[in-house]
């Protein structure tokens, strides 16, 4: 993966002693015109910078996104 990474905001991951959920911006993800994307990552190790498991979604998704986990609640 290349692109701009930049760290948004880490929390607390919950029912972890170190864990950590990291939120961040990752423009020209995919290369050169490629879409910027939010970065969700996860690390139990407390590495937010290099979490375990990562998804990607298109800021174009986000609204659904966020509205879908709202329910959730």
């Known amino acids: ?4 990474l930049t760290l ?3 929390l607390h991951l919950d029912g972890t002693k170190n864990g950590v959920i990291s939120i961040s911006k990752i423009e ?3 290369g050169p015109k490629s879409g910027t994307v939010a970065s969700i990552g996860i690390s139990l ?3 937010a910078e290099e979490p375990e ?3 990607h979604l298109p ?3 986000l ?3 966020i509205e879908a986990l ?3 609640k």
């Open 1 to 4: 993966m290349s692109g701009k």
């Open 45 to 47: 190790a407390g590495k």
């Open 8 to 10: 948004e905001t880490t």
């Open 59 to 61: 800021l174009a998704n």
């Open 70 to 72: 709202q329910k959730l």
């Open 28 to 30: 020209e993800p995919y």
């Open 63 to 65: 609204d659904d996104v």
């Open 53 to 55: 498991w990562k998804v």
